[in-house]
Structure formats: structure tokens, C-alpha cells
């Protein structure tokens, strides 16, 4: 399946169900600086929709719009089937962006409080807490907290309210492994639960691991959408891992090689021309073996993605 968009319209859910949130050929400039140009994207219901790509590519502007915090240029915005400025469409959505200013003084237990406060049917503010695994964080300052504990604080801002449409804007940023991984079984539980998902990040792993589908921006223009293994199969690359003597810069020289390098007594190679490249190989060091060919990941088909559309 190419899944390469060019003039896409926002594609219908199974069964015509409208989506959560479209942009309908957004463009959005900030003076010379186009940040969308005729964007078509669509939130499904019970999905979580990575949007990746470079810095300046459009991502933290197309959350900003369906927040209603800035205005299209072109095109039409909606949020849960209306404008994102009426209020009664912003009900339900839950927001973590990357910057973030709350009250210093409170202690977080009492900042999530504040927040539950704004909604009708709200988790309790420890429920909030120990769902990101923030319990430990209750009593103490927010403005004592470190950056990834203020993230975790922030985390459960978001939550608390039981969004029907959450929005994470690199939610990840700042948290050390425990925490990331804490926040990704909050995610899982919320997806399951039928909370649709717009993550953006930069840790490919998060989206790999994530994402029921990936929307890759560059340019303010989508170049690509469609789950994990649609965008994959996308690039042609493959990684082959063995055991051999060979030069890792000179493995790098060959023709259908973009990357090898050596990983102890292992040598790492990604190719194009990957059955060209492992003939050459195996022609080169008779004493090769522990051999092993895998399809590209998400991260070398966003590079290649990205660096075609640049």
C-alpha cells in the first residue's frame, strides 16, 4: 500500500463515523515563514495519531489550531464536529504541550486538584496521579519538582478529566526511563479505554510502540500516513547484522550502503541494495556468520521520508 498523500481529502472512519478533529486545507503562515500549506488531516475515534517530523514541519501548529489557540489562514478547522472556539467543542479534550506555567506555590497534588475542578466528571486528583505514576510527586512544591517531574505533574493535568481527545505535544521530554515507560502504559490504558490520541515526539521508539497511525509532516505539507508497517514499507532500506572482520568504513564505501558501523565483534550495515551488498559480503569474509536482515524501521523511513521532501 502507498500510503504517500498528494491533495488528500481527511479520510472517513469505517462505518462514516465523522472524526474527532479535521483540518480541511489548512495554511498557516507566521509572516514569510510557511508553517501549513493545504493540510488535510483527520483524528479518528479510539486512534492514536503520531505526528512526526522535523523541527518546523508543522506539528506543534496544527495542535495549536484545533485548540483554537491561533486561526487558519486557508481552510477549515474543526474540533469534535464544530468551530475549536465554541466552548461546548473543547469540552471533553484534555492538552499537554511543551511549555506549560502553573502556580509555584501549590503542591502538585493541589495543582491536579485545581485542574479537576474545571471539569463535570473528573478523576479524583490522586486517581490522576497514580494513573502517570506520580503518586510520590503529591505533597510536594511544584516549583520544587525537576523538569521530568513537572512533565509527570503536567501529564496528569491532562488526564484528569477523562478526555474523550487527548492532545500531547512531546509529552516524553525530560522523563527518565521509568517515567517514559510509566507514561506509555497510562497512554495504552487510555487508548484502550477509547480516548483518541494526538501524540507529536521525537522518539521515534514512542511512535513505533504507539501509534495506531503516523502522520509524517514536512514543510507544513503531509508527506505520508497510514500505521507503522505502511510507512516502512515505504523505503527500501534493510539492516543487516553479523559477526565479521570487515572495516566498517570500508563496508560504507559500497554502493547501496548509507550507514555501517561496528558494534564490538558485530558489524552493522544498512542498505538499499541489500541482497547485493550481502552477496558482497559473504564473497568478502568466508568466515561471516550470527547473519541477521530485518526491514527498515520507523526511524530510517522517516529520514528517508523527510530528506525526499526536503
Known amino acids: 500500500m502507498d500510503t504517500r498523500v498528494q491533495d488528500s481529502v481527511p479520510a472517513m472512519p469505517v462505518g462514516g463515523e465523522p472524526s474527532l478533529a ?65 466552548v461546548q467543542s473543547r469540552r471533553g479534550i484534555g492538552v499537554m504541550m511543551q511549555d506549560a506555567a502553573l502556580p509555584p506555590q501549590l503542591r502538585a497534588r493541589e495543582v491536579v486538584e485545581l485542574a479537576c475542578s474545571y471539569y463535570a466528571h473528573p478523576l479524583s486528583p490522586d486517581a490522576a496521579l497514580d494513573m502517570v505514576g506520580a503518586r510520590s510527586l503529591a505533597l510536594r512544591p511544584y516549583s520544587k519538582l525537576s523538569g521530568g517531574q513537572k512533565r509527570q505533574v503536567q501529564f496528569a493535568l491532562a488526564v484528569c478529566g477523562q478526555p474523550e481527545l487527548l492532545f500531547l505535544d512531546e509529552p ?47 514543510s507544513g505539507r503531509l508527506i505520508a500516513s497510514g500505521t507503522v508497517s505502511e510507512i516502512r514499507s515505504l523505503v527500501s532500506r534493510k539492516q543487516i547484522r553479523c559477526t565479521s572482520e570487515m572495516p566498517a568504513a570500508a563496508v560504507r564505501e559500497w554502493p547501496g550502503v548509507t550507514q555501517a558501523s561496528r558494534d564490538g565483534r558485530h558489524l552493522q550495515v544498512t542498505a538499499i541494495d541489500a541482497e547485493n551488498v550481502l552477496r558482497r559480503l559473504l564473497a568478502a569474509d568466508p568466515n561471516l556468520a550470527d547473519l541477521e536482515v530485518r526491514q527498515a524501521g520507523l526511524a530510517e523511513a522517516f529520514t528517508e521520508l523527510t530528506k525526499e521532501a526536503a
Open 22 to 86: 479535521e483540518l480541511h486545507g489548512v495554511s498557516k503562515r507566521y509572516g514569510k515563514v510557511v508553517a501549513l500549506n493545504g493540510l488535510d488531516l483527520s483524528v479518528h475515534r479510539g486512534e492514536l495519531l503520531a505526528l512526526l517530523g522535523p523541527n518546523g514541519a508543522g506539528k506543534t501548529t496544527a495542535i495549536s489550531l484545533w485548540l483554537g489557540l491561533v486561526q487558519p489562514d486557508e481552510g477549515k478547522v474543526t474540533l469534535r464536529g464544530s468551530s475549536p472556539l465554541e
Open 172 to 218: 516524553s521530554v525530560g522523563l527518565d526511563v521509568q517515567a517514559r515507560e510509566a507514561m506509555w502504559r497510562a497512554i495504552r490504558q487510555l487508548v484502550a479505554g477509547g480516548c483518541s490520541i494526538v501524540l507529536t515526539t521525537h522518539y521515534l521508539e514512542e511512535a513505533e510502540r504507539l501509534a495506531d497511525r503516523v502522520a509524517v509532516l514536512a
